[in-house]
């Protein structure tokens, strides 16, 4: 029972999800958002 438990834990966890993605440009790129650790954020700002 624990063995099939746990598969069904590690089943769930793996199952991969969906996300909401903008559309697509008309170059087929679909583009999200990026992280970025930098040391001066001021620098960075746009």
Known sequence: ???L???ALALSITW???AQLAASNA???SYGHVHM???DVELHKY
Do not use: E, F, I, Q
């Open 1 to 3: 029972m624990r063995l």
């Open 5 to 7: 438990l746990s598969a």
């Open 16 to 18: 991969p999800a969906h």
């Open 27 to 29: 170059a087929g790129v």
């Open 37 to 39: 650790n930098v040391k």
